[in-house]
């Protein structure tokens, strides 16, 4: 008798295949790359533990028909790691009729280091991925740790599950949707011992009605910019009947909400709407924090009422057409509609903020920083105005610090000294003592006092980068595959000398001689190795002969073969990338300039400054926004992208 993987591979498209009752133990994944139908007789099951998935569906037009799917432990006592069927590439399936059941070791966390190519870190009953889709009727789903997963990339236009008269008994997660997944599900019932009955993440887009749910932890939770509509919900639930979180939202309409601590729970500019709700048993009926909102149409108490109706903190709303039962409060600028605002705490927020630096990414806390300082702006006579500056400065020093967080007081301010126009952009800029040399892309070099006042210009090309010491101006100017140095006296403007070298300049020291960071581009099998040059200083020699000296290389650190990246002013090795600057003592670290100052390192972004101390860490954000280029002298010279050159002095707090 042919094996049931035999029969698939000698089946002809369309066939239909019949499953009986002493199929033998899966042990290596079924393929299913053609159109055929398994339909099993009564009490049908394919058993096994096969790695990733029982059964593989990569064809459309896949029918699986009462059929259990049942994955048991290995024989060498292994766990089973895996899916019951997994529906990926151009698969289509239909499953009607089916059952899922999890080996015992079904909630053992398989090692990373253990997956194959192609598969999934998540293993479910019915796993849809890639760009798979699967319509699912009358299915039950006991004691996996995921009963359905879906997650798709690239996104799809149309659904890549529907679902109707689904069961899940226990496991981990009831339905999980990643990524682009388009998820349609009706007549969900996901009963006791699951800990969250429906999660979507990272934009997956979900739709239903009539979900029951009874006694999981939590109900319904949505994250990530995930959306949700759902008619018609039933939920019962321990911790939260539904979670909406980082920019996602939700709308539930009719239905009812019970015995959770909180019914409802709003975080991190998520949305929710709920609509003609029944809400009983809870001591919580909505709670929104982070500049998140909720809105509540007739939504009805039942029972005894909540200990809080609503509670709204850090710039949420909380709106209901009807007034709550229970105590409403709100703190700081958030509202509850029929609520009272508690008093005003200055002190009491920013500690909240800083409590909740590392609950959301960098790209959420920026968009709460923004949500914030609308929502302080449009409460008139909240704050003095020295109030609502310095309470703005520490939000966005929060909103834009990154995964660590402020949780010191600031260590360092900047004060304005003075700011004035110029003619044109800036190339390149160096700063010595009270003087800039800034290269504009006018084609001229000018010389600036910190008054504004022009020293003296001369003509050249816009530099990429300047270096001045030892009462010398060098200027590095990109010509095709070479670079051409020029020295020029900084006190007039005049030119000393010029030299050529023939590879590309990393970076440059100025001290008794010219130390070049090289690398060569032309493509052969050193591209990109990087040299360290030393040319002595044009002084009094013509161009020619500056040309005609050549370079020193310079040996390696011991312990090198080769010279890589490594540079004085650049702070250590390796190599730099888009959009990212090396900032001496810190490494690499996401940037457009960087300047030192007295053991201080500061960094440029598009939106601000970052200082870090010795110890790389970083003390201080200022809003600064549109800064290309920096460089320190007595004061901080910014040059910014609106043709305008800024001078900050850097205060140490007391």
């Not at 133990?25 to 053609?34: A, G």
């Not at 990524?179 to 993440?201: Q, Y």
């Not at 887009?205 to 949700?228: E, F, H, N, P, Y």
């Not at 005003?344 to 959301?360: E, H, I, P, Y």
Request: hydrophobic letters at 45%; aromatic letters at 6%; charged letters at 20%.
């Amino acid at each position: 008798m042919l094996s049931l993987s035999e029969r698939i591979a000698a089946a002809a498209p369309g066939s239909i295949l019949e499953i009986g009752l002493d199929e033998p133990p899966v042990v290596e994944t079924l393929r299913i790359d053609k159109p055929l139908s398994l339909v099993g007789v009564e009490g049908a099951v394919l058993r096994g533990f096969a790695r990733d998935a029982l059964l593989r569906v990569l064809s459309p037009r896949v029918v699986i028909e009462n059929v259990r799917f049942e994955r048991i432990p290995r024989s060498d006592g292994t766990p089973s790691w895996g899916s019951g069927v997994v529906v990926e590439d151009a698969g289509h399936a239909t499953l009607r009729c089916c059952a899922f059941t999890a080996a015992a070791d079904a909630w053992v966390v398989e090692p990373q280091g253990t997956l194959l190519p192609g598969e999934a870190w998540t293993h479910a009953g019915l796993d849809v991925r890639g760009t798979g889709h699967a319509v699912v009727g009358d299915c039950r789903f006991e004691g996996c740790s995921t009963a359905l997963s879906v997650s798709i990339y690239p996104a799809d236009k149309v659904a890549n599950l529907v679902a109707r008269g689904v069961v899940i008994e226990g496991g981990l997660l009831g339905v999980k949707a990643l990524a682009n997944a388009r998820v349609s599900l009706r007549d969900l019932s996901v009963g006791g011992g699951t800990d969250t009955a429906v999660k979507a993440d990272n934009g997956a887009q979900l739709t239903g009605a009539d979900w029951k749910v009874q006694g999981a932890r939590v109900g319904i939770w949505m994250d990530d910019k995930a959306s949700l509509k759902l008619e018609n919900v039933g939920l019962d639930a321990e911790t939260a009947g539904i979670v909406v979180r980082a920019n996602a939202s939700a709308t539930i309409k009719g239905g009812r909400i019970a015995r959770a601590y909180a019914a409802a729970e709003v975080h991190g500019m998520g949305e929710l709407r709920l609509a003609d709700v029944e809400i009983g048993g809870v001591k919580l009926g909505i709670w929104a924090c982070d500049a998140a909102s909720a809105v509540a149409d007739t939504l009805r108490f039942t029972g005894d009422p909540p200990e809080w109706g609503a509670y709204a903190d850090c710039a949420a709303t909380v709106t209901s057409d009807a007034p709550l039962p229970g105590e409403c409060s709100s703190a700081g600028v958030a509202s509850v509609s029929g609520g009272t605002c508690a008093p005003w705490d200055r002190a009491t927020w920013v500690a909240t903020l800083r409590d909740r630096t590392n609950r959301f990414s960098p790209s959420v806390r920026a968009a709460l920083s923004s949500a914030y300082q609308r929502r302080l702006h449009a409460a008139p006579g909240a704050l003095t105005e020295p109030e609502l500056s310095s309470l703005i400065d520490a939000i966005f020093q929060w909103g834009e610090l990154g995964e660590n967080g402020l949780r010191e007081p600031l260590a360092v301010a900047l004060r304005p000294v003075h700011r004035f126009a110029i003619p044109s952009d800036v190339a390149a800029m160096v700063v010595v003592g009270e003087t800039a040399f800034v290269s504009h892309a006018d084609g001229k070099l000018r010389a600036w006092s910190e008054a504004g006042e022009l020293l003296w210009t001369v003509a050249c090309k816009p530099a990429r980068a300047l270096v001045a010491a030892n009462g010398v101006l060098v200027v590095i100017i990109p010509n095709h595959s070479s670079e051409i140095l020029r020295a020029f006296d900084p006190e007039t403007g005049a030119l000393k000398g010029s030299a050529c070298t023939g590879a590309n300049v990393a970076a440059m020291a100025l001290g008794s001689t010219i130390e070049l960071s090289t690398y060569d581009s032309t493509g052969h099998p050193t591209d990109r190795c990087t040299y360290r040059e030393r040319w002595t200083l044009p002084d009094t020699k013509a161009p020619t002969e500056c040309m005609a000296q050549g370079a020193e290389l310079l040996p390696p650190p011991a312990g090198f073969a080769q010279w890589d990246w490594v540079s004085p002013d650049m702070g250590g090795p390796g190599r730099v990338r888009a959009g990212r600057v090396f900032a001496p003592g810190c490494g690499e670290v996401p940037g457009l300039a960087v300047a030192q100052i007295a053991g201080f390192t500061v960094v440029a972004l598009e939106e601000a400054l970052r200082m870090f101390d010795a110890e790389r860490k970083i003390i201080a954000v200022f809003r600064e926004p549109g800064v290309g280029l920096l460089a320190m002298g007595r004061y901080l010279w910014l040059a910014t992208t609106g043709r305008e050159l800024s001078i900050r002095e850097i205060l140490h707090a007391t």
